[in-house]
């Protein structure tokens, strides 16, 4: 296998550390970008094992367009070439009605989970349009199909990603990059921490197989698409919702 390197945001924990485990093991540089670089930097050493050449943390803010350009401009720097972009980092954001609903906390939430995937992606795009290659997975959610009851945000949030998602694919469609989006019903991370329970219990209650999915179920997924058997779909959303999802 020739070399590829893949970035994937949030990849300290959760869904991301899941998909940055699984794409190392599929042969992958990897680089672990969060905000909490202490936590990364765990992660890294976790992952890495004897092997410290294949995975490294870095700091970045993903709602900061300088910071997303510096670790841009530093994984260049340092593994050479970037071909896959995995924009994982998102917050849950307030969990209530409309009506209460902070204007700090909806601008947060828009901040990270959607903002911070155009950024990146604009980051990224000039290297992989001037290679003629590249791939870049967004991790949208359910809820921005269904629209989650009390929680407008992060509803509103994902469903921009999965507009953006088709944007961009069609944009790029003939120039070798290729642009998904995964659209997980819940999951058991430790994002479930910023839901209320009434929250975690309705999410449950509405998927058919009756339980939560793993992070290393999305990680499958993301690194098929990340792969380069994934060759004639872009632009699409791919369900990981235990049957939850009904378009």
Known sequence: MTKRVAVVTGAARGIGKAIAERLLRDGFIVAIADLNEPEAQATSRQLAGTDSDKVFAIYVDVTDSASV????????????????????????GPVGPIAACSEEGWLRVMAVNLTGVFLCSKAVLPHMLARGAGRIVNMASIAGKEGNPAMAAYSTSKAGVIGFTKSLAKEVATQGIYVNCVAPALIETELLQQFTEEAINYMVAKIPMGRMGQAQEVAALVAWLASEECTFSTGAVFDVSGGRATY
């Open 69 to 92: 350009r510096q670790m841009v401009d530093t994984v260049l720097a340092r593994a050479g070439q970037i071909d896959v972009l995995v924009n994982n980092a998102g917050i849950g």
